[in-house]
């Protein structure tokens, strides 16, 4: 696509839809801003700026149109022990370091390894933060916030979301929601928890400011590991994330351009005060219903947010909770791959394995990083072992020839299985002949064990051919093998 074809496309299509749609994402990420910098142990302010600074700059540079940014609790929650222990200031620097990172990562194409990561464990993933949205509005259901009118402000506020569009969908029915139960709730004063009681909405535009930390080599030893933490899974929910919206609008994104803008916004962040973040799923899904595809609704979300925490802080400080917690509740059910319930039935049973793997680990421990590395491993596990079971050996004696056929993939996994279909000791076999037309090598575990399994039968004085190597497996045989070029005189033959 031309380039300014491009530009057009995403910064220029649709302006009041994207208008709209920033503004609903800019009222939803108020309340999780702040809620994810007490997490952190730090002041209201240091989210917001947070998720003003990310939200902009990745609209700029990321890789991924539509999709939002802004402080997580993923991150959040990795540096309690930074901020308990050595106090804000290094968790600014951290966050700067953070930046530097992710860069480095998509220099080095890290992004890449998303390869890895199955359909499977993406469902589990996407399930799993989709139960964990709907736990976060607990709080705001239960205990003092028990009240009639909470329930009924949210429940008003989910048949707003769902009915409104079938009347009209030129504005997002979760912005009209929002509005409404704020009005509501100001005209009768109705005796909701609101925006203002999650903490104090700073009341001025972020500055630069510099980490006041010691610039010495201590300070970088107590820093960098939280900083790595930090850039991993900031990284790894972004490209999740990214991967998610990608199928929502059946669009593409440029993962690595995503590693570096992700970098680029964490690095600045934290010379105006903020902390870490990356891509969140749930402000994702919000911008994406509500009708934001483009780089344009990202930019609006973390604009609003700021005009509306600096110049309309009383206002949005008066906007009831229970009216974002309709919307997010929205987003849960949204975000949920329902069809997934009837995949179990017909999908293989180790796929299903690995997403409920992934769902009961982030559940369980509140940390996607966890939940998807179970899941990777999980699926490298299973499907190690059912490669391993499509190797199949057979053999045969005529006269004082023993012929083997092996086929299949032969790698680290599955070499056990060639040495066992192995005889040794025969003494009316003087000649051994290795068929291994239908197979392929692949590490150099299986062109090891077949330089062992020549060698021992060598040593037995028998004469040994190995025939039928695909060219590939040559290749690696004779650069692998323990001896000098074993099978060049063994009758190999390549095709």
């Known amino acids: 696509m031309p380039l300014h074809r491009k530009m057009k496309r995403d910064w220029l299509s649709q302006p009041k839809t ?25 002041d209201p302010q240091v989210g917001l700026y947070a998720s003003f600074s990310i939200a902009v700059i990745t609209a700029i540079l990321g890789g991924r149109p539509g999709m939002i940014s802004a402080a997580t609790a993923a991150v959040a929650v990795l540096v309690i022990p930074l901020v308990r222990d050595h106090g804000v200031e290094y968790l600014f620097a951290a966050t700067v370091l953070m930046g530097v990172f992710q860069a480095i990562a998509g220099f080095f194409r890290l992004d890449l390894l998303m390869r890895f990561v199955s359909r499977s464990v993406i469902t589990g993933f996407v399930n799993a933060l989709a139960i964990l949205i709907f736990m976060a509005q607990l709080p705001q259901l239960t205990g003092d916030n028990f ?21 009209t969908k030129a504005v997002p ?15 009768w004063v109705l005796d909701v928890s609101t925006v203002g009681d999650m903490g104090k909405l700073p009341s001025s535009l972020p500055m630069f400011h510099l980490p006041q ?4 080599l201590e300070t970088l030893q107590i820093i960098a590991p939280y900083a790595a933490a930090m850039a991993a899974v900031g990284l790894l929910e972004s490209l999740l994330t990214a991967s998610i919206v990608d199928d929502m609008t059946e669009t593409r994104s440029a993962k690595r351009q995503e590693c570096y803008g992700q970098g680029v916004a964490n690095f600045f962040t934290g010379f105006i005060g903020g902390m870490g973040g990356c891509a969140m799923i749930g402000q994702s899904v919000i911008n994406i219903k509500s009708g934001g595809r483009h780089r344009l609704s990202t930019l609006f979300a973390g604009i609003l947010l700021i005009i509306l925490i600096v110049l309309l802080g009383p206002w949005v400080a008066a ?22 319930f009837t995949e179990i039935t017909h999908h293989p049973k180790a796929s299903t394995a690995v997403m409920v793997a992934t769902v009961i680990t982030v559940v369980a421990t509140h940390d996607l990083a966890k939940g998807v590395l179970v899941g990777v491993l ?11 079971n499509l190797v199949k050996t057979d053999t045969r004696l005529e006269g004082a020839t023993r012929h083997y056929m092996i086929g299949g993939e032969i790698f680290f996994g599955s070499v056990d299985i060639v040495t066992e279909a192995m005889e040794y000791g025969e003494e009316d076999v003087n000649a051994v002949v290795i068929d291994v037309t239908h197979a392929h090598f692949w590490d150099i575990s299986a062109t090891g064990v077949l330089d062992k399994v020549v060698a021992r039968l060598q040593g037995e004085g028998k004469q ?14 004779e650069k692998y093998s323990d001896n000098e070029k074993p099978f060049e005189s063994l009758g190999v033959v390549g095709h």
């Open 213 to 216: 930390i010691p610039l010495t």
């Open 464 to 477: 040994v051919q190995v025939i039928g190597m695909n060219k590939a497996s040559a290749t690696l045989v």
């Open 147 to 167: 009240k009639i009118e909470t329930y009924a402000m949210v429940a008003a506020g989910l048949a707003i979301i769902y009915l409104l569009p079938r009347l």
């Open 378 to 388: 999980l699926s490298g596990i299973l499907f190690a072992a059912k490669v391993r």
């Open 173 to 187: 029915s979760p912005l009209v929601a929002i509005v409404l139960l704020a009005g509501v709730s100001m005209y």
């Open 319 to 340: 906007i009831p909770m229970p009216a974002l917690v309709a919307v997010m509740i929205f987003v849960s059910i949204s975000t949920f791959r329902w069809k997934s």
């Open 18 to 42: 994207e208008f709209l749609a920033g503004l609903v994402v800019a009222l939803a990420l108020i309340p999780e801003a702040i809620g994810f910098a007490l997490i952190a142990g730090v």
